[in-house]
């Protein structure tokens, strides 16, 4: 993976691995082993916004080998679901945008300081994990 994408962007490629080579049975333990594959700082590992992102586009059955369900916990992560779901429907309508940053994509999306969230929508669709 190139350095465009932080530790989550990372992550996230690296979990849907994990799921599609069948490794782990949820997303969320798939995340769990794969953030601390690409960071070995506790707070970077515990970050709730990029799971939540990723687990909600897990959710919303738009990672490829990964079936829809019910990944989340709490209703509150339910917000960056919304957001990545938001980004990968921009994506979609205009490609293009995956030259843009994660703060330009955020932007499009929201208009309030991102925390990884784009970082997590723009890897997997550059890895192609992203059902289109």
């Not at 990545?84 to 205009?94: F, P, R, Y």
Request: hydrophobic share 30%; glycine share 6%; aromatic share 6%.
């Amino acid at each position: 993976m190139t350095n465009r994408y932080n530790q989550y962007g990372q992550a996230a490629v690296k979990a849907t691995e994990l799921l599609t080579d069948k490794k782990h049975k949820s997303p969320g333990d798939a995340w769990d082993e794969a953030i601390k594959e690409s960071t070995e700082k506790e707070n970077s590992q515990n970050k709730s916004c990029p799971r939540s992102a990723f687990l909600g586009l897990c959710e919303a059955g738009l990672v490829k080998g990964v079936p829809p369900g019910e990944y989340l916990k709490k209703s509150s992560k339910k917000l960056n679901k919304g957001y990545a779901v938001k980004a990968v429907s921009k994506l979609i309508e205009n490609p293009k945008l995956k030259d843009n940053s994660p703060k330009e994509l955020w932007e499009l999306v929201i208009s309030k300081a991102h925390d990884s969230q784009m970082d997590v929508v723009l890897a997997l669709w550059e890895k192609q994990k992203i059902k289109r």
